[in-house]
Each structure stands twice: as C-alpha cells, then as structure tokens.
C-alpha cells in the first residue's frame, strides 16, 4: 500500500490577500493565490490536509490565520522574519517566489531533523487582547508626548521658559491663558490643550480596560508587584509579553527575549559585546527601565551591583544591567510561585488591595 506523501506549504501572506507554494516529498509543486474572505479561505481548505505542513512568516495578521488553518494541517509554523533572511538574498522577489523559499526552506529543516530557525510563540488570544491595549496605550503615550512638545514649542517661541513637568499641574495649565500671548498662538494652545484632555481621558479608559483583562492572571500579578516599584498595570505588561513562563528553558531565555542580553560574538581569543538583541519583545524592558532607580534603592544586592559599578562604566550599561538582574529575579519568581526576596509587605498589601477593590468596583471578584 502506497504511504501517504508529505507535503510542504509556505504562505506569503499578505494584508487582502495571499499566496501558496506547495512541495511534497517526490517535488511536485503547486502554487495559487486567494483573497482573504470566508469563501476564499474556504477553497483553499481544499488545498491542505493532515499531512500538510505550513510555514507563514510572521506578520500583523499571521496569528488570527494561524488559528484559522491551524487544524487542518499536520503542523504550522510562524517564521520569525528577522531569523529567515534568505527572502531578500535575492535579485528577483515576488509573492510566489517567497512562498516558495519558505515552503524548501520548511521542507529542509523537517527532513533534516534540524531547527534552523526557532518559531514564534503563538499566544493565546486573551494574551494578545492584552498585547493589542498596551499597543495602543504606548501609542496615545507618544501622541500625548507630541502635544506637549507642542505646547512648550508654542511657549519657547514667545520666551516663556516651562518646566518639563509644567503640563501635569492643572494650576499651572490655568496660568498659560493669563500670559500675554498673540491670539494665534493662544488658540494654538487651547486647542491642543482640549486635544491633550481627550488623550489623557482614552488613555485612562485603556487603562481600566487592561486591569480588568489582567484579572484573569491575579496570581502572578500578586507575585510580580511584591517587586518595589512594580505597579499593578506594569505587572500586566510584564505577563503580556511573557505569556507562559514554562516557555523559557533558563532565565538567559528570558533576558534575551526582554531585550535586556547583549549579543556576544566570539572567535579564539576574540569575544566582542555586541547590541541588545532584537529578536523579542520591548515593552516590558521599557516599562522596566522607568523603575530603576526604585529597583535599585529596595534591592541591597542591586544597590551593591550600582555602587561596584557607577562611574566606572556608561549609565546604560549600568542600569541594563539592574535591569537584567531584574528579570532574573521575576523568572525565578514565577518558576517557583514565589514572592520577592526584599518584598516590602505593606506596600505590596497595599498594592493588592487596591487592585481587588478596583475589580470589585466593576463587578470582578476574586
């Protein structure tokens, strides 16, 4: 009886539409585009099987197709574009011909038992619901930075010197109107002061939302914010991108997907320190870095990390490296369902307590 024949699948996919090429192990090939629709994606059902396996390259839209074709191969892969570089190795590049080097790129890593490039984790969805409101808290965070920038541009022009943190008073907002200011530029400012105001209220209902999408994952915000300067909603950004520590074989893994390990490049006698690598996520060592100083004074191991090293080397390197002591502390935390060694209890009570009264105030009990 004739063995059923592997087949290889790479997809180039796009934001309307995408392409197939399909390989199996005798090196017959087939390749055709659809449009993204429900009946498109139905026809193309009829194209795959259970002894297909599927290689996309990762993207803004990959996870929801990954869950849409997901049971109906043998295997799925998401490639993460910044490992798989031999699309652009090339004079020649169309949708076809970079499906087609994902689907022999598939077929060699399977065949030869080997894991050329690492896949993308692929979370579950209330993972990425979170992911997408911090998405789009960092961006109002940036847009709300631009007005301000603004604002003291406008005031600069007409030598009004302002604080950096002139904006966060209200007082001092109500003394912008009483300044002699041309008419142009005080309309200038009222309205990008009522734009400001309506940021500043999205973001808050951002905020809102993400706790109570947090609440689901109450144990290990309750370990994460025992860490002085951890708050409730960076505690939530730091599970977002985490998502399942059991996923990191070592706490290396981990300071290397939070963008906190150097990349080290060696070579006989020659070791060269490299950037930060970029192949994970960044939110976390962002929010992170805000909190150093506080990390810093709680921690006597990390105070003694800073004083060994403060004027003796740049001030990032030094506060990367807090910062990546950081994450091997909250590593072993989750492993061991552990609260923080120099955990400060009233302040942490206090945290929690606030969070379980924020979610009984919109209907959540935990």
């Not at 049971?71 to 011909?97: C, E, M, W, Y």
């Amino acid at each position: 009886m004739e063995t059923t024949l592997e087949k290889f699948m790479g997809i180039d996919l796009h934001t309307n539409r995408f392409n197939y090429f399909l390989i199996d192990e005798r090196g017959n090939t087939e390749s055709k585009g659809f449009e993204i629709n429900d009946h498109s994606i139905e026809q193309f059902f009829n194209h795959i099987d259970k002894n297909t396996y599927v290689m996309i390259e990762s993207s803004t839209n990959s996870f929801k197709f990954y869950d849409l074709i997901k049971d109906h191969v043998k295997g799925a892969i998401l490639a993460n574009p910044r490992q798989l570089n031999l699309i652009s190795f090339t004079d020649k590049k169309t949708d076809r011909i970079d499906a087609e080097k994902l689907a022999r790129y598939l077929k060699m890593q399977l065949k030869a038992g080997e894991q050329l490039t690492e896949p993308v984790y692929v979370p579950e969805q209330r993972i990425r619901d979170l992911r997408s409101l911090l998405t789009s808290h960092r961006l109002l965070n940036r847009q709300i930075t631009q007005v301000k920038n603004r604002i003291h541009a406008l005031l600069k022009q007409n030598l009004i010197p302002t604080k950096r943190n002139f904006l966060s008073s209200k007082r001092c907002i109500a003394e912008i109107f009483l300044l002699p200011l041309d008419q142009p530029i005080r309309f200038q400012i009222q309205l990008l002061l009522d734009q400001l105001n309506h940021l500043e209220d999205v973001k808050q209902k951002i905020e809102v939302q993400t706790k109570i999408s947090g609440s689901q994952y109450f144990k290990q915000i309750d370990i994460l914010t025992s860490i002085t300067g951890v708050s409730v909603f960076m505690a939530i950004a730091l599970i977002s991108d985490i998502a399942d520590i059991c996923r990191f074989a070592n706490a290396k893994k981990l300071t290397s997907y939070l963008r906190s390990a150097p990349r080290v490049d060696s070579s006989n006698e020659t070791v060269k320190i490299k950037g930060i690598s970029k192949c994970g996520r960044k939110q976390s060592i962002m929010l992170l870095a805000q909190s150093c100083h506080h990390f810093s004074r709680a921690n006597p191991r990390l105070n003694r990390l800073y004083n060994k090293y403060h004027g003796k080397k740049k001030a990032s390197t030094v506060r990367m490296a807090i910062l990546r002591n950081v994450i091997v502390e909250i590593f072993h935390m989750l492993n061991k369902n552990e609260y923080h060694w120099y955990r400060n209890e009233k302040t942490h009570l206090y945290k929690k307590n606030e969070y379980i009264r924020f979610l009984k105030s919109h209907d959540i009990f935990i």
